[in-house]
């Protein structure tokens, strides 16, 4: 061998070794909890409920990172009436530190804007996938929960999120075309979790006329799981259609902040608390494990296991 080809030789030997420490210091749990929000119809209600879910668990005392993971156009922004400057993709570039990309939305709550950069995660090699990881290494010790909103449908990438997280939330509506596309993705989230590892997923019916129809909708759709799919799934509750959410929305701001009294604002205080109920029992026996690098290495694992 000559001499460059031994000094390549030695580097990716070292490169293996680093990447090789960090895949075992993603097994040491992290604090961090992941929730990806997720639907199989569009415009149910996502960001809103990752918008107002933040804000109200961070009432609680969490703190609350959002990443908009919308491929598309980014929401969270729109709903909130904040611009983001930065996004993921210049945390990937290196270009912006996490302190520039982040936005605070209110107390204890910062949006995470994707952008351009939730593609470039699929194509990140080891090497930057590390130095990304080590960028937002800080939110282990920041933040409490990374919730994540995601965009309508089921490609492959709202599944990676959803995969990935300790817990994916499927928000669906009281409407028959939005529970059979809820339907469809938990059919294929059993299929991506049954490799991946047991996964929390639970459901939010969103836009209910009454806290009866969002019982009757979860009772469907859990008895279609558990019959067709073998799979067990979680009723976190329901969001009452409510004239406040529409009106905050024009406004651009969450409406928990603005109508705190409103039937949705009230809806998504008790959501919190049994989700709450729901992640705290997991924690005590979280596997497979939780937190930042975890998370990420599992959202990228299917990619690197393709090289
Ligand atoms: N509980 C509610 N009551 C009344 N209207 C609601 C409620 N939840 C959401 N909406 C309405 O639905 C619209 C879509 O909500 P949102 O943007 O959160 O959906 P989404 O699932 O994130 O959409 P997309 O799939 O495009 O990302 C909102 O603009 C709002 O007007
Ligand atoms: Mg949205």
Known sequence: ?????????????????IVEQHRQESRKPGNLRTITILSGKGGVGKSNVSVNLACALAERG??????????GLANIDMLCGVTAKYNLAHLIDGSKDLDEVLVELAHNVWILPGGSG????????????????????VLEDRADILLIDTGAGIHRGVLTFAVAADTAVLITTPEPTSIRDAYGVLKVLKGSTESGGKRDIAFIVNMANSESEGLEVADRLRKAASQFLNLSVNYVGCILKDHF??????????????????????????????????????????????????FFFRLTRGHFAER
Not at 62 to 71: C, E, F, N, P, T
Not at 119 to 136: F, M, Q, Y
Not at 252 to 277: E, M, N, W
């Open 245 to 294: 959410v529409e009106q905050a929305v024009r406004i651009r701001k969450p409406f928990y902040q603005l109508y705190p009294d409103s039937p949705a604002a009230d809806c998504i205080r008790k959501l919190v608390h049994t989700l709450f109920g729901m992640t705290a029992e997991r924690a005590v026996n979280s596997n497979p494990p939780r937190g930042l690098k975890a």
């Open 62 to 71: 969490k703190k609350i990172v959002l990443l908009d993971a919308d491929l």
């Open 1 to 17: 061998m000559n001499k460059s080809a031994a000094a390549l030789s030695d580097q990716a030997k070292e490169l293996r070794r």
């Open 118 to 137: 939730i593609k470039e995660l699929a194509d990140l090699d080891e090497t930057r996938l590390l130095a990304l990881i080590e960028s937002l290494s």
